[in-house]
């Protein structure tokens, strides 16, 4: 049975995401049920960085220009962590044979330490991730997708977007504590621009080695996002740092992107030398 072999998507969001429209936790579950997965944790958004928005940026979409300040700021909705956790428990009760695990994205949390800590504190969350989705450029805050447009202020190149999103994560590491996993570690690759050529690990596998160095001495887990899945190389550096734990997550969106890519991505996992943890629930481990 190829689907038990299938790690716990750690990395999933659902109608509780503000930027998640086609989101649905019951029907995630439905979709879990049918995949054999075991273990799924709903990880949504809590966003608190008002991104720049200026015309022709991609982030500017109609919906989202409704939130967008006088000072041409975007307000991400906030977590309704009430009616997130109800659904969590209504989605418990109807499916007592999935592992169903609450959880947040905090995004930049060492930006916000105390919004996070107080979120946290209040709530139950299984699962807290830390993502970098954001530069500082010139003083505003910038969310990465959007640094490739003509509409940047900044003429980084990818290069210069990649080596930024780096030194940040490992300032996002050194200076908060409060998400246990860190979050696709390659974000701004999703966006590479075509021109720019293929993306290459090798080209940055000193400050990946930092970034790798630091989350593995702070004894956290290291997310393996199967979106665009993350390359074997930087794997194995997490592998060569001394990284104990491996989160897959497929960020998920909608259910039909559950556990997206898992038999391939877990498998090169296996062949770096991560294995299924202590039970079906935990993260992989090093062998
Ligand atoms: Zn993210
Ligand atoms: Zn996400």
């Known amino acids: 049975m190829i689907a038990t072999m299938l790690p716990p998507d750690n990395h999933v969001h659902t109608e509780w995401s503000w930027d998640a429209a086609h989101g649905s936790m019951e029907a995630s579950c439905a979709r879990a049920v049918e995949l054999g997965l075991g273990t799924i944790a709903f990880t949504e958004h809590m966003d608190l960085t008002r991104w720049v928005i200026t015309p022709g940026c991609k982030g500017a979409t109609q919906r989202e220009a409704l939130r967008v300040g006088p000072d041409n700021r975007f307000n991400p909705p906030p977590l309704d962590t009430n009616g997130y956790q109800a659904s969590i428990q209504a989605c418990r009760d109807r499916y007592p044979g999935l592992r ?6 905090l995004g930049e949390p060492h930006w916000f330490g105390d919004q996070c800590a107080a979120l946290l504190a209040g709530g139950a969350y299984d699962r807290a991730l830390g993502s970098l989705h954001s530069l500082q450029i010139e003083g505003e805050p910038w969310i990465i997708d959007d640094l490739y447009s003509p509409y940047a202020p900044a003429d980084l190149e990818p290069d210069g977007i990649m080596r930024a999103y780096l030194a940040e994560a490992l300032r996002m590491i050194q200076s908060s504590d409060l998400f ?7 974000y701004p690759v999703r966006a590479w621009p075509a021109e720019a050529g293929p993306f290459e690990p090798a080209d940055y596998e000193e400050e990946y080695r930092g970034v790798l160095d630091a989350l593995a001495r702070s004894g956290r887990a290291l997310e393996v996002n199967t979106t665009v899945p993350l390359r074997a190389e930087i794997v194995r550096w997490w592998y060569e740092v001394g990284g104990d734990a491996v989160s897959f997550g497929s960020d998920a969106h909608r259910p039909s992107q559950l556990a997206r890519n898992f038999l391939e991505v877990s498998a090169m996992v296996e062949g770096v030398g991560f294995r299924p943890g202590r039970d079906a629930h935990d993260f992989w481990r090093r062998r």
Do not use: F, P, T, Y
């Open 100 to 105: 169903i695990l609450s959880g947040v994205e």
């Open 180 to 186: 246990a996993v860190l979050a696709h570690i390659d």
